[in-house]
C-alpha cells in the first residue's frame, strides 16, 4: 500500500504534464488569470448596470456581455493573415497583453472622471479581440510541448483550472464588490492578465512554435482547413450544436425555479454550485479517458448529457433533478478536452492555431444565439417544456452524430492506407 501511494503522483496521467519544465512554469499563471475571469463574470455586467442609464439598463446589459465575448469571433477573421502560423505561447501571450491593457484602460478611465456606458462597452469589446487565437495558442502550445498520448490530460489541466475558478471567482468577486467596487475587481483581472503575459515571456522560449507563414496566406485558412476534412466538420458541427441548444438554458433556468417550483434564487444558486461541482469532479477525471476512443467519446458525453437534463424537463422532484444536473456538469466537463484533443491529433501543429481559433470564433456565438432562443421559446411553451425540448434535442443531436460516424466507418475500405492513417490518429 505503501508502495502504491508512492507510486501515485508518477502514476497519474497528470504527472507528466505538471512536471514539463516549461509548462510547469506557465500553469500558474493560467490559474491567476483564470480566477479573475471567474471574478469578472461578476464584476463586468456589475458595473454595466452602475454606468447604464436606468431606463435602458437591460439594453446597455446586453451589449456589454456581448461585447465581452463576441468581437473575439471578429478578431479570428480580421487578423487571421497577421497570425496565422505564430507559436502557441506568442498568440497566448499577445492576447494576454490585449486583455491587460484594454481591461485597464477601464479603471483608469474611472479614476480620471471619462468612464461612460459607451466607452466601458468599447474597452471591452478591445479586450476580447484576440480571444479565440489566444485560447487557439494555449491548446497549441500543449501540442507543441507534448507527446500526442498526453494531449488529452493536459486539456484537462486547463479545463480543470478554469472550472475551479467558476466556482470561487464570483463568490470571491461578490466580496471585493461589496468592498471596493466593480471597477476594481476588473484592474484585479487586468492584473492577472498582465501576470500572464510575464509567464509565457519568461517561462518559453521565444523561438518556439512553427515557422509563421507568410504572404498569401488567407484570413479564413483555418475555416477552409475545417470545411475540406470531413471529421473536422462533423465535430465543429457537433460542438455547435451542443452549446446552441444548451443555450436556452440560461434563461428556462431561473424562471422554471420561480415560475415552475416557487423557490427563491437560493434554490437557483444550489442547481449552478452543483453543476460546477459536478463539473470539477468531471475535469479531473478526464484525463483518464485517454485510452477510450476520443470521437466515441465525444459523441457520447453529448447524448450523455441531454440525459442527465431530461429530469429538469420532466419535472421530477428536486431531490432528484439537482443531483441530475450535477451528472450533467461532470458529463459536460470533459468535452471541451476530448474535442480538443481530435483537432490536435487531426491538424498539423502549423495550421493547428488557425484551426482551433475558427473552431473558437464559430463556438463563441453558439451559446448567445442558444440564448437569444431561449426567450421566444420560453414565452411560447414555458420554463419547463424549454428545457425537457432542449435535452431531447441534444439527444437527437449526439444520436445522428453517432450515425454519421458510424456510416462514415461503414464505407471504409479496410485496407485503404489513408484509413489505417486516420484511424490510427484518432
Known amino acids: 500500500m505503501r508502495h502504491d501511494t508512492a507510486r501515485f503522483p508518477r502514476s497519474s496521467p497528470y504527472w507528466p504534464v505538471v512536471s514539463h519544465p516549461q509548462l510547469r512554469r506557465v500553469l500558474p499563471g493560467l490559474a491567476v488569470s483564470a480566477l479573475g475571469d471567474g471574478m469578472a463574470v461578476v464584476a463586468v455586467p456589475w458595473l454595466a448596470i452602475q454606468l447604464a442609464p436606468h431606463d435602458q439598463r437591460n439594453t446597455w446589459f446586453a451589449v456589454a456581455m456581448a461585447a465581452y465575448t463576441l468581437p473575439s469571433a471578429a478578431g479570428t477573421v480580421v487578423f487571421g493573415r497577421l497570425l496565422r502560423g505564430r507559436g502557441g505561447a506568442q498568440l497566448a501571450g499577445w492576447d494576454a497583453i490585449l486583455r491587460a491593457s484594454a481591461l485597464a484602460a477601464i479603471p483608469l478611465a474611472h479614476l480620471a472622471g471619462v468612464l461612460t456606458i459607451g466607452l466601458y462597452v468599447v474597452l471591452l469589446a478591445a479586450s476580447a479581440l484576440l480571444h479565440s487565437w489566444g485560447s487557439a495558442g494555449r491548446f497549441t502550445l500543449i501540442a507543441e510541448l507534448l507527446p500526442q498520448r498526453h494531449h488529452l490530460p493536459a486539456n484537462a489541466v486547463l479545463g480543470t483550472i478554469a472550472g475551479f475558478a467558476t466556482i470561487v471567482g464570483p463568490p470571491l468577486a461578490g466580496i471585493l464588490i461589496s468592498w471596493a467596487g466593480p471597477v476594481w475587481v476588473i484592474a484585479i483581472d487586468a492584473a492577472t492578465f498582465a501576470a500572464l503575459a510575464l509567464t509565457y515571456r519568461l517561462a518559453l522560449p521565444t523561438s518556439g512554435g512553427p515557422a509563421r507563414s507568410e504572404g498569401s496566406a488567407s484570413r479564413t485558412a483555418g475555416f477552409a482547413v475545417i470545411r475540406r476534412d470531413p471529421a473536422l466538420l462533423g465535430l465543429l458541427v457537433l460542438s ?165 460516424a458510424i456510416s462514415r466507418r461503414s464505407v471504409r475500405t479496410p485496407g485503404d492506407p489513408a484509413v489505417t492513417e486516420v484511424s490510427a490518429r484518432r
Open 240 to 404: 455547435l450544436g451542443f452549446f446552441f441548444l444548451f443555450g436556452p438554458v440560461y434563461v428556462a433556468m431561473p424562471i422554471h425555479v420561480k415560475d415552475d417550483l416557487h423557490a427563491s434564487a437560493t434554490l437557483l444558486g444550489a442547481y449552478y454550485a452543483a453543476f460546477g461541482v459536478g463539473g470539477l469532479a468531471g475535469g479531473l477525471a478526464a484525463g483518464y479517458l485517454r485510452r477510450w476512443p476520443l470521437r466515441v467519446t465525444t459523441i457520447g458525453i453529448v447524448v450523455g448529457f441531454g440525459i442527465t437534463m431530461l429530469p429538469l424537463g420532466l419535472g421530477v422532484p428536486v431531490g432528484v433533478s439537482l443531483p441530475a444536473f450535477a451528472l450533467a456538469g461532470l458529463i459536460w466537463a470533459p468535452y471541451m478536452s476530448t474535442s480538443m484533443a481530435l483537432f490536435q491529433r487531426s491538424t498539423s501543429t502549423e495550421q493547428l492555431p488557425a484551426v482551433l481559433a475558427a473552431n473558437g470564433a464559430v463556438l463563441v456565438l453558439a451559446v448567445p444565439l442558444g440564448t437569444m432562443l431561449g426567450g421566444p421559446l420560453v414565452g411560447a411553451i414555458g420554463p419547463r417544456p424549454t428545457l425537457l425540448l432542449c435535452a431531447v434535442a441534444i439527444v437527437a443531436l449526439g444520436l445522428v452524430a453517432g450515425g454519421f
